[in-house]
C-alpha cells in the first residue's frame, strides 16, 4: 500500500489538513490515522459520575475521530489573536486568511454562524480588571453548546470519510526515510504493518505529547524544549463567573505590572458554567497519569445545587530545572501525593497550605454548587507547588478573581468565597517539544510536516486547523510521480 500521504491523527489539525488537500487534490490518496476510536464510540467515564479507567489505553477524552474535540462537549472558537505566537511563524497576511478559512470550515456544519464574543468589552469589565492590574485580552471567540460541536464533528466526518481511507485505532509508531518518502510502522489491534508514503502530516496532539518528539528524533529532527506551566482549576458556583464569561467565553489577561507571569486558561463560565474534564496520558511520561481540562456547556440540566463554572489557573515552573526536569519533577510529586490521579482541596486549605478535615464526600457535601465531577480524593493540591509556584498561583488568583468578583456585581470579596471554591489539580500545560519547522509547518528536508498541538507553537482548536490548513496547501503544491 502506497498513498500519496499519511495523516497521523483525525483531530482538529488533521482533518484541516485532509480537508486542504482533498479540497484541491481530491485525486490523491490520503490515509488518515487515528488511535482513538470512532465518534460515538467515545464514552468518558467520569462524565457520568464515574472513575477514570484509562478506556483501555486510548483515553477517549483526548483520542478518536474529533481527536481533543469530544463528541458530547462544548468548544470554544477561539480567533487571533488569541494563539498570536502563530502570527510571527506563518506572517501576518497568511495567519489572518488561514484563521478565517479555518473557522469558516469548522463552523461550515452548522446551520448558522455563531455569534462572536470576547471583544468590545464594557466599560465596567475593563475597569474592574484595570484596578487589579490586569487587561483583559480581547478577542474573538464562538461559544460551541454540545448540539452544535456534534454537528460540526458529524459534518466533518460525513465531508471527509467518502474521500479518504480512515482506519480508526490504528497508530503510527515508527517512520523512517525511504527513497524521496518514508516507510511507516503502524500498529492497529491485531498486528503491526508497513506502509511507505510520499509525505508524512503528524498531528498527533496531546496522546503523541512525547512519542511525537521521539518520533522525530529519531528521523534526526532538532526539538526545542517547551514552556512548560502548571497550576491548578477552581471550580465554583455557576453565578461567581457568569458574568464576565457572557462578556468573554475565553477569559485571559496580561499583568499590567511585573508581578510574576500567571495565566487563566480554557476559562468554562457561561451562564451554563462548565464540566472539568479528566485527560489521561497514559504512559506518555511513564507510569499513566491523569491530568485536567475543561470545557464550557450550554445544555447541562441543574439537578439539586446550583451548576459549576471552572477555569485553569497556571504558572511557570519555578526551582524545578530545565523544562524536562521541571515536568518530571512536578508529575514525581504528583505521583508521590495521589499517584498521578486528581484531587481536590478547598480554596481556604490552598491558599493557607493547610488540610482539610474529612474525606472528597465532606468536602464535596460542603459546596455550595454540584462539582462536576466525582472522580476525586481530598487532599494537599498545594503541596503539588514549590514555595515560588504556589506563591504566584495565590497572589495571581486574588487578582483574576478580585477583578471578576467586582464585575460580577454579586457584593462578594475573595475572602468572603475561600470556602466556596474548589482548588481541583492538577493542570499540566505547553508540554510539547518544539520540532523545527519552517511557515508550511514542514520540518527541514524530510516530507514531514507537524502542526497542531505537536508543533508546540499554540493550542487551540482553530489554530491546529490553521497549521493543517498550511500544511496541506504545501502538498498540493508538491509533484507526485504518476498523478
Ligand atoms: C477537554 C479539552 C477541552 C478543550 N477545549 C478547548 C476549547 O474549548 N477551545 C479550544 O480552542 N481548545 C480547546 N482545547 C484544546 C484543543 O482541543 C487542542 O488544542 C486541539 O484539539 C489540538 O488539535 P490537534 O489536532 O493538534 O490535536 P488533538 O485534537 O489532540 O488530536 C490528535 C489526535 O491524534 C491522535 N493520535 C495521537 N497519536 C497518534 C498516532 N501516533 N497515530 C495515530 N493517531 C494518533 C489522537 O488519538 C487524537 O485523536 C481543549 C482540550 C481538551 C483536552
Known amino acids: 500500500m502506497h498513498p500519496h500521504v499519511v495523516i497521523a491523527g483525525a483531530g482538529p489539525a488533521g482533518l484541516a489538513c485532509a480537508r486542504a488537500i482533498l479540497n484541491e487534490r481530491p485525486d490523491l490518496n490520503v490515509l488518515l490515522l487515528e488511535a482513538g476510536r470512532p465518534y460515538r464510540r467515545r464514552p468518558c467515564p467520569v462524565d457520568r459520575g464515574l472513575r477514570c479507567t484509562g478506556c483501555a489505553g486510548v ?27 502563530l502570527v510571527p511563524h506563518l506572517g501576518e497576511e497568511n495567519a489572518q486568511e488561514l484563521c478565517a478559512t479555518a473557522f469558516e470550515w469548522l463552523t461550515a456544519p452548522l446551520p448558522a454562524k455563531p455569534v462572536l464574543q470576547g471583544e468590545h468589552l464594557s466599560e465596567d469589565a475593563l475597569n474592574a480588571f484595570a484596578t487589579n492590574k490586569l487587561q483583559i485580552r ?64 503528524l498531528a498527533t496532539g496531546r496522546r503523541g505529547v512525547t512519542s511525537t518528539t521521539s518520533l522525530l528524533q529519531s528521523l534526526g529532527v532538532r526539538t526545542e524544549l517547551p514552556d512548560i506551566s502548571v497550576g491548578v482549576r477552581l471550580e465554583m458556583a455557576v453565578d461567581l463567573l457568569a458574568a464576565i464569561g457572557e462578556e468573554h467565553p475565553d477569559l485571559k489577561v496580561s499583568q499590567l505590572d511585573h508581578a510574576q507571569k500567571i495565566k487563566s486558561f480554557c476559562f468554562c463560565g457561561g451562564p451554563n458554567g462548565g464540566r472539568i474534564k479528566l485527560t489521561n496520558y497514559q504512559s506518555a511520561f511513564g507510569e499513566p497519569v491523569i491530568t485536567l481540562d475543561g470545557h464550557e456547556t450550554t445544555e447541562r440540566p441543574c439537578g439539586g445545587r446550583p451548576l459549576a463554572s471552572n477555569f485553569g489557573l497556571l504558572c511557570q515552573v519555578q526551582g524545578r530545572g530545565n523544562a524536562l526536569e521541571a515536568r518530571d519533577s512536578f508529575i514525581a510529586t504528583y505521583r508521590e501525593r495521589n499517584r498521578g490521579r486528581p484531587f481536590a482541596q478547598s480554596l481556604r486549605a490552598f491558599l493557607d497550605r493547610t488540610g482539610d478535615p474529612g474525606t472528597w464526600r465532606t468536602l464535596d457535601a460542603r459546596m455550595p454548587f454540584q462539582p462536576s465531577i466525582q472522580d476525586l480524593s481530598a487532599g494537599r493540591v498545594d503541596r503539588l507547588f514549590t514555595n515560588a509556584e504556589h506563591a504566584s498561583l495565590t497572589a495571581g488568583f486574588r487578582r483574576f478573581m478580585g477583578a471578576i468578583l467586582t464585575h460580577s456585581g454579586v457584593g462578594l470579596t475573595v475572602d468572603d468565597v475561600l470556602d466556596e471554591v474548589l482548588v481541583v489539580g492538577p493542570e499540566m500545560e505547553f508540554l510539547w517539544e518544539k520540532p523545527e519547522i519552517d511557515a508550511d509547518c514542514k520540518v527541514p528536508d524530510l516530507p514531514v510536516y507537524v502542526v497542531g498541538d505537536s508543533a508546540g507553537i499554540a493550542q487551540g482548536i482553530v489554530q491546529a486547523a490553521m497549521m493543517g490548513i498550511a500544511a496541506g496547501r504545501a502538498i498540493n503544491s508538491a509533484d507526485f510521480a504518476g498523478v
Open 59 to 85: 483515553c477517549n477524552v483526548v483520542s478518536g475521530f474529533g481527536g481533543s474535540m469530544h463528541w458530547g462537549d462544548g468548544a470554544k472558537l477561539s480567533l487571533l489573536p488569541s494563539g498570536r505566537r
Open 138 to 201: 480581547e478577542y474573538p471567540v464562538a461559544v460551541l453548546g454540545e448540539s452544535d460541536l456534534r454537528a460540526v464533528i458529524e459534518g466533518w466526518y460525513s465531508d471527509l470519510v467518502p474521500a479518504l481511507n480512515l482506519w480508526h485505532t490504528a497508530e503510527l509508531v515508527g517512520a523512517e526515510p525511504h527513497g524521496s518518502g518514508l516507510r511507516l510502522t503502524v500498529r492497529t489491534a491485531r498486528r503491526e504493518q508497513h506502509i511507505t508514503t510520499d509525505h508524512l502530516v
